[in-house]
């Protein structure tokens, strides 16, 4: 089994799946890492709509934008869609604003949560709000955060170097390439 520390620096952004359904009780699983998440003074404003019905997620599809630097190359192909989503919402009545903590920490839990048991996930920020709001049937006091999306992974996508760029881009045999900044530049010690 694969450390926590292994677990996180091998996990990457997945945007073409494997025709597989995951399972409920995995689903589940997430939902529960999420809501166990750290939450400001433990509000806990956070709730989520899992969506795994095939005509549900067709229909959700078309609200999410994807891999916007090399967009739609960067899209699903058909047949690579994500297998389930689950929508995060923020509970108005809770906390109104300053919620992007929890939402961080609840998603960053189910996405290490899914990796762990060999689940890709794609974090969606880019959502049709009103129209997931409108499938979903989800209450005005409610606000649609974001969307993560699911699946068994059909791609590997691999980091680089940082050089001039923050845009990934996919080489001639379709692997996606992303640039992260090596760790000597963002770590001071003690001092900046």
């Known amino acids: ?4 520390y292994d677990l ?3 996990r990457r952004s997945i945007r073409q799946f494997k025709p597989k359904p995951v399972s409920k009780d995995l689903l589940k699983d997430f939902v529960n890492a999420g809501r166990l998440a ?3 003074a433990n509000r806990q404003p956070l709730e989520f709509i899992v ?3 095939e005509g549900l997620r067709s229909q959700m599809f078309p609200c999410l934008k994807w891999a916007g630097y090399i967009a ?4 699903p192909k058909q047949g690579q869609e994500p297998q389930a989503y689950i929508v995060v919402l923020v509970n108005t009545r809770v906390r109104e604003k300053g919620c992007e903590w929890d939402v961080g920490a609840a998603v960053e839990n189910m996405i290490l949560a899914a990796w762990e048991n060999g689940i890709g996930s794609c974090w969606i920020i880019s959502v049709d709000r009103e129209r997931v709001r409108e499938l979903l049937m989800v209450p005005e006091h409610y606000k649609v955060d974001s969307v993560l999306a699911l699946g068994y992974p059909a791609e590997a996508p691999m980091i680089e170097d940082l050089k001039d760029s923050v845009k990934y881009w996919k080489d001639p045999e379709g692997c996606l390439h992303v640039p ?3 760790l000597e530049d963002v770590i001071h010690f003690n001092k900046f």
């Open 38 to 40: 750290p939450s400001a």
């Open 1 to 4: 089994m694969m450390s926590l």
């Open 8 to 10: 996180i620096v091998s």
């Open 72 to 75: 739609p190359e960067g899209n």
């Open 180 to 182: 992260k900044r090596k």
């Open 51 to 53: 969506v795994d019905e």
